[in-house]
């Protein structure tokens, strides 16, 4: 083997020991709950046959030498009408059209501010721009604001309306105000908005934001059914790209029979309206019956529908169960994905059926499902009760940790209430009673003002044993303000969740159900180990050594 061939495989068997392998499959027997064509337009043969006499089906060359055709540019002025946009220029791809537009817009003075969750395409677009550029926290407004005050140059700023991995939508209005008052162009890729909302015109259309827009890109792959992909914005713009983006000077155009099925798929559209409220209407019957669960799901308004579920290895198992089940349903993997954000993607289309959703969500159900899927509120065992008694005599080191009981038993947990309405805060704090579960609401801020904070050297030191271990923060299973190093891990590796929480009365009534989950994910091979605030707060040495000890044990 030479040198080349060796060095690929290295690289495919390093994807291989991360379990994030890609291999190709044809999975076309299955229900389909994996692809993007939202509509059922793929299949519809009214938007793929032509009426046309065509004297060439091929596109013979690029659109500045052969490939360009009347039916195009017909086409192109059909788009810009049906979009409420100025011109209109076709893409081969929606990959194209965003590294086309990035690469030549933005220049090495200019700034692009980025939203951290938008398609890989936009970056590869940036890089090839050598504009400088800047990632903000997904759909933050302040992050958003703070990034936009180191901007130089002409600025551009990029969202996505519909996020193609979370299924969320971007904050347009208030997005595209920020940029107004900073002059920065906003670019929004509508992917997967185009065809769904604003009765097929998409997210900015429906926001009444053309005018505030200086690019749209949308896509004809998806619930168009069709191929390629066109910019929407300013004649100067269509001129610009025509003339400077490498995308689509260098390559050769769409043939006339996928131009002619755009144009069919739009007007199909019009015709057809009624699938986009079908498809609406099974998007509330999802989210509503998978609530019941409380699986980790993204906070979707789209078909993009994702269950969360870390580790590359899980999340396949978990996939490969369902699809031989008979449900085309696929992982998502890192570094597709940031690690310990692997995930199920399941769209959901006009086609699907309320039957099949319910016989999907059955196959979702962790009782009846291989694999693990974890849960919001995942009950666990405090360090005090760890099922390996041995570890609390070496933890400890000889110490005595006086904890309230955990969980409390309904007469405690009155005894407790009278009691923290009698006491100082700071003294209901040192008692183990946390600010999150005083029933006095003014005991409540003053025990927040009371509260001690874990110091920057132990948060360095917690951060970096976490790191160590490659555990993965899961922030999305709490609903309340966290600080960065008061929140739960996974380590999919060893198979265990760590929990850190306030110490708190209301857990006994939901204790029943966690401890449902907390057997179903033992049942996988999955360990917990849980800290209250108290412990990290009060007795941090002890919580690392407790943490040291236990991962020496189950790595053994």
Not at 324 to 339: A, M, Y
Request: net charge positive.
């Amino acid at each position: 083997m030479n040198k080349q061939k060796k060095y690929l495989q290295q690289q495919i068997d390093k994807r291989k020991q991360e379990n994030a392998f890609r291999e190709l499959k044809d999975n076309n027997h299955l229900i389909d709950f994996c692809s993007n064509d939202y509509l059922g337009f793929a299949k519809e043969t009214a938007i793929h046959q032509t009426n046309h006499q065509l004297e060439s089906y091929g596109a013979t060359g690029s659109r500045l030498i052969s490939g360009n055709h009347t039916i195009t540019e017909e086409t192109e002025g059909y788009l810009a009408n049906f979009y409420r946009s100025e011109a209109a220029l076709i893409f081969n791809s929606g990959y194209s059209a965003n590294v086309g537009l990035f690469q030549c817009l933005p220049q090495r003075t200019d700034t692009i501010i980025y939203d951290e969750y938008i398609h890989a395409s936009i970056r590869d677009g940036i890089k090839l721009s050598n504009a400088k550029s800047y990632a903000f926290e997904h759909n933050n407004l302040a992050a958003l604001k703070e990034k936009l005050s180191l901007a130089t140059g002409l600025v551009y700023v990029v969202v996505e309306s519909i996020y193609s991995m979370d299924g969320d939508a971007a904050p347009l209005v208030e997005v595209a105000k920020i940029c107004k008052k900073h002059q920065a162009a906003l670019i929004v890729d509508e992917a997967h908005a185009t065809s769904i909302y604003g009765n097929g015109l998409g997210l900015v259309a429906q926001s009444n934001l053309e005018n505030d827009v200086f690019a749209r890109i949308i896509t004809f792959g998806k619930a168009y059914g069709c191929h390629g992909a066109a910019v929407l914005g300013s004649k100067i713009l269509r001129n610009y790209l025509i003339n400077y983006s490498r995308a689509f000077i260098y390559t050769t155009a769409l043939p006339l029979p996928s131009i002619l099925a755009i144009k069919n798929a739009h007007e199909f559209l019009l015709k057809n309206l009624n699938r986009i409220d079908e498809l609406k209407e099974l998007i509330t019957y999802f989210k509503n019956s998978t609530s019941n669960f409380q699986l980790l799901t993204s906070n979707s308004i789209s078909a993009i529908q994702c269950i969360i579920i870390p580790g590359n290895n899980e999340v396949k198992k978990v996939a490969e169960n369902i699809q031989k089940n008979g449900f085309d349903v696929r992982p998502i993997l890192s570094p597709t994905v940031p690690k310990g954000k692997e995930r199920l993607r399941i769209c959901l289309h006009s086609f699907n059926t309320k039957d099949e959703i319910d016989r999907l969500i059955t196959q979702l159900n962790p009782s009846t499902t291989e694999g693990t899927l974890p849960l919001r509120g995942i009950g666990g065992v405090t360090s005090n009760n760890l099922h390996n008694k041995k570890l609390k005599p070496l933890a400890h080191e000889g110490k005595t940790i006086n904890h309230p009981p955990y969980p409390p038993s309904r007469e405690e947990t009155m005894a407790k209430k009278s009691t923290t309405e009698k006491t100082s805060p700071l003294e209901g704090r040192q008692r183990g009673v946390t600010s999150n579960n005083l029933y006095n609401k003014k005991l409540k801020t003053l025990a927040r003002n009371n509260r001690k904070e874990m110091t920057k050297a132990e948060a360095k030191i917690w951060n970096n044993l976490l790191r160590k271990n490659q555990c993965f923060g899961l922030r999305f299973l709490r609903q309340r303000p966290i600080l960065d190093y008061i929140v739960d891990f996974m380590c999919p590796e060893l198979k265990l969740i760590v929990e850190i929480d306030g110490y708190s009365h209301q857990f006994e009534h939901v204790y029943e159900n966690d401890v449902i989950r907390q057997k179903t994910l033992e049942s996988s091979g999955y360990r917990f180990l849980r800290f209250t605030d108290d412990e990290v707060m009060n007795d941090f040495n002890n919580v690392i050594r407790t943490f040291e000890i236990y991962l020496e044990t189950i790595k053994k």
